[in-house]
């Protein structure tokens, strides 16, 4: 046990903890409460706290991963956690003195949830990919070579604050209006429904029930015509943006989490079509896959950061 | 001399060849004819001949770079070049072979050129960027951590070809319609240009004369106002794709080349309001530059690739 790791995903609500080993079995995972008064300044030592209880009679541990709600460079600056209430600091250096030096490193959450997936999830098999999380917003993640691609600040990835449609009236969370976001997330999915519900009279069992991109590709899988343009719509927007993401990074694969991606493989119906038309072609070859770890892809990616820096030492 | 290495550049008229100490001084460059007939065999061995001339009598060179109009993965496998007459081949063992044994690091030429600006050029300084040349077509090159961002099949950073305008006419060399290089490009902004002319009366100095990337640009230096709105026309495509770009990769700069690009720091003024307008807050903090080094960047970011690999061994 003296060579085991802990993957760390930090949320806005509560914080989860795995401890794996080295050959990246997973040993025991546990969740703390976000604790994020007072600017977040006591959810460090919570987690310390945490860790630190686990190894008590367990021996050292070589190495702690953890994943951030925020960016975060290659040397562990995060610049600002705005859920956390955090602002600008070396959080590698900061976790890591209260574990004793055990070696800390960071990444932004969605990248790190990209190499969990890639690790041992739907993304396994792969060295080059993008995993988009279709959730309450859209969140994304590059993996290069087998490693997260970070980009300058920390922030690459971040494809759901792309403009993908002009004359958009609401705000988005980010502040403006017409990203990828409002249209493919599970809430974006449920306000196209809603538009298109209010837009026309038309007979779909969408009506008078509540609408939630489940019960959207619920409906689909029913052939409501109503849900199924709904789903194309979704499936142009997503397609064309995955389709430029394609071109600047010619992925082998994507891979789609998130609540959305409950939906299943029907999803892939309505993406395809449209990512196939607009990509470049020679970037048109790439797999379509299902995320499969969940909720527990940011610790299965947090622990795969800290063991390999124990193989690499870089 | 024993160190010296090659920096190739193979163009569809012209290989422009290079040659460079290990302190990445250029000590000669010169070009040979493309010679594309026969499917374009005999292009390498004419870059051979060449090479082995210029070793003759000062020593073994310690390898050589090459940049290739086609994407090329890490591996030097060549997946079609269009304009050379070229399918799928390994072009650095081919190259290797016949240069008896010497190192052949390959890559796609937009890439290439990218890395050539970040090494000597505009981008000198940056470690993370995007060189996007403003041609006769739009090519694009990222550069990750100081080495080029490959891909899954060497077609990384092709956002030339990426959807940005739907309801075009005019079909795209790639065959598509609404690609960014149709009109951002410098046949792209003339042709910007002569739509907006045929859709109006108004007065313009770009009537009854030729119409191209740089007479457009030159009467917006002379405040003509229908040229500054084919200006703006073109930067808030262009701003947009940067946007879109960046919140993939996250850049510290963008590195502005090609022949559009000889209009200077105008071009920035109609570029960067719709940058900021649409990327994403996290990456928004990025750099615009021109490149330097013109025709010269890809037999530079060749060099750059051998003397990478003679230091690393990678």
């Known amino acids: 046990m003296s060579q085991s790791v802990f993957g760390i995903d930090v949320g806005g609500t509560t914080v989860k903890l795995g401890h794996f080993d080295q050959a990246g079995h997973l040993l025991d995972k546990w969740e703390i409460p976000t604790d994020t008064s007072d600017s977040g300044r006591r959810i460090l030592p919570d987690i310390a706290a945490s860790v630190k209880a686990r190894m008590n009679g367990r021996g050292e541990a070589a190495g702690v991963g953890i994943g951030v709600p925020g960016p975060v460079d290659q040397a562990g600056t995060v610049y600002k956690a705005v859920n956390l209430g955090w602002g600008v600091f070396n959080i590698a250096e900061m976790l890591g003195g209260l574990l004793g030096g055990i070696p800390v490193l960071a990444g932004n959450d969605a990248n790190v949830a990209a190499l969990g997936e890639m690790w041992q999830g739907g993304g396994a098999g792969y060295r080059n990919l993008v995993l ?29 604050h792309t403009l993908v449609r002009d004359g958009e009236t609401e705000v988005c969370n980010c502040g403006k209006k017409g990203c990828l976001e409002q249209y493919t997330s599970a809430t974006g999915i449920a306000r196209l429904a809603r538009r298109k519900l209010a837009g026309t009279d038309r007979v779909s069992i969408l009506r008078d029930q509540h609408i939630s991109a489940k019960t959207v590709f619920d409906a689909v899988k029913e052939k409501d015509e109503l849900a199924m343009e709904v789903a194309a719509e979704f499936g142009e927007i997503l397609g064309r943006a995955l389709a430029a993401t394609a071109n600047v990074v010619n ?31 020679a970037c048109r070859e790439v797999a379509f896959e299902l995320a499969i770890l969940g909720n527990d892809a940011g610790i299965y990616g947090a622990a795969k950061l800290a063991l390999d820096y124990g193989k690499t030492g870089s």
């Not at 988009?132 to 300058?152: C, F, K, N, P, S």
């Open 251 to 281: 992925p082998e694969a994507f891979v789609i989490g998130g609540g959305v991606s409950k939906a299943g493989n029907i999803l892939f119906d309505y993406i395809v079509p449209y990512y196939n038309e607009t990509v470049f072609h």
């Open 132 to 160: 988009v999380t279709l959730g309450t917003g859209v969140g994304g993640g590059i993996i290069r070579d087998g490693q997260i691609l970070t980009g300058a600040r920390g922030a690459a990835g971040e494809i759901g």
